[in-house]
Nanobody
Framework: VQLQASGGGLVQAGDSLRLTCTTS??????????MAWFRQAPGNEREFVGG????????YYSDSVKGRFDLSRDNAKNMVILQMNSLRPEDTAVYFC????????????????????WGQGTLVTVSS
């Protein structure tokens, strides 16, 4: 299974961006995964941004993005969407999507070490 993240770009503070993560290749569809987004800014460790469990039963967000970012699934398109609103310069980072195959609709870890599959990353740059 391969994950493909896209949608990054250069925007101004206050703007919005929509990141998507799709799965391809043999294996389970995105519906069978807990999915999460992480980000890594230069010189910083990779940090959890948000996650969505199977069947969208649970969604978690980091405190820094809560109220501004929104996660959703479109299982028909094999896609997870991260809608990012009111972007700030401190949101500048490479964003990675990650997937964890799971049978549980309530399994949604926040640690990167739990996720088996990773996309290649997409760069988000927010200018002030």
């Amino acid at each position: 299974v391969q994950l493909q993240a896209s949608g990054g770009g250069l925007v101004q503070a206050g703007d919005s961006l929509r990141l998507t993560c799709t799965t391809s290749g043999r294996g389970r569809s995105v519906a069978s995964y807990a999915m999460a987004w992480f980000r890594q800014a230069p010189g910083n460790e990779r940090e959890f941004v948000g996650g969505i469990s199977r069947s969208s039963v649970l969604t978690y967000y980091s405190d820094s993005v809560k109220g501004r970012f929104d996660l959703s699934r479109d299982n028909a398109k094999n896609m997870v969407i991260l809608q990012m609103n009111s972007l700030r310069p401190e949101d500048t980072a490479v964003y990675f999507c990650a997937g964890l195959p799971t049978a549980s609709t309530r399994h949604l870890p926040r640690g990167a070490e739990y996720y088996n599959y990773w996309g290649q990353g997409t760069l988000v740059t927010v200018s002030s």
